[in-house]
Structure formats: C-alpha cells, structure tokens
C-alpha cells in the first residue's frame, strides 16, 4: 500500500487495487461526498465514463456491479496526494516552473509546499 492510499478511507482504499489511485482521486473529485450508483451495465456516456474514464469505469462496474457506494469528499486528501507528489517530483529533480504549470499553482504557492512539513500543510490555495 502506498502512502497515499494510506490517506484514503477504508472503502477508497480498496478500490485503489482495483481501478488505481488516479482513478479514485477522480472519482472523489467528480462525486465526493455522495452515494453513487454503480450499473451492471455501462453505457459510453455514462457519468462515470465521464469522471474516471472507460477502462476504469467498466473495472468498477465489474466489480461493483449494482452497488450503491459511498464516495467520500477528499478534498484535504486530495490536497496532501497532491503536496506529496510535488515533493517527491522536486526531489526527482523537476524545476520550480514546470512544477507550478502542472499543478495548476503559483510559484509561490509551490515553494510554500515544498517549505512546508510533509503532512502539515497549513497554507491552503486561495484560488481552488
């Protein structure tokens, strides 16, 4: 288990394993704090398809199939996935910029990460 799944609820984590945890940090993001649906059958359009992709969809339909799940909200877990990943490409060697453009924030805020300690973020982004 990766320490970002750790982060995740119970129920989250589980399904890391299953569609990966890109996928469920876009399912949080789409309809965190919500019971969704999951179908038997899985149309092209579907909301799912939409938030998580197709291949991901169709795993968790499949292994899901006509559940009612509980999505949690995430959005400070989102936020710690997100820190972490900054650190980690920094130490990688990513410059500043690059860093700042691919997460959608200001240098700034991207040194204030990388300043900050790991799991105590107190700064939160003004503009999210």
Request: contains cysteine; charged residues 30%.
């Amino acid at each position: 288990m990766s320490v970002e799944t750790e982060l995740l609820p119970q129920s989250l984590a589980e399904l890391v394993d299953i569609i990966g945890l890109p996928a469920v940090l876009k399912l949080m993001k789409a309809f965190g704090g919500t019971d969704i649906w999951i179908p038997k059958r899985l149309s092209h359009n579907h909301e799912l398809v939409n938030a998580i992709g197709p291949e991901a969809a169709q795993t968790l339909c499949e292994y899901m199939a006509g559940e009612r799940f509980k999505v949690a909200r995430g959005k400070a877990i989102e936020i710690e996935v997100r820190n972490r990943a900054i650190r980690r490409e920094r130490q990688e060697g990513a410059k500043l910029s690059d860093l700042a453009l691919r997460f959608e924030l200001c240098d700034r805020q991207v040194l204030n990460i990388l300043n900050s300690e790991p799991g105590n973020d107190q700064q939160q982004d003004m503009f999210d």
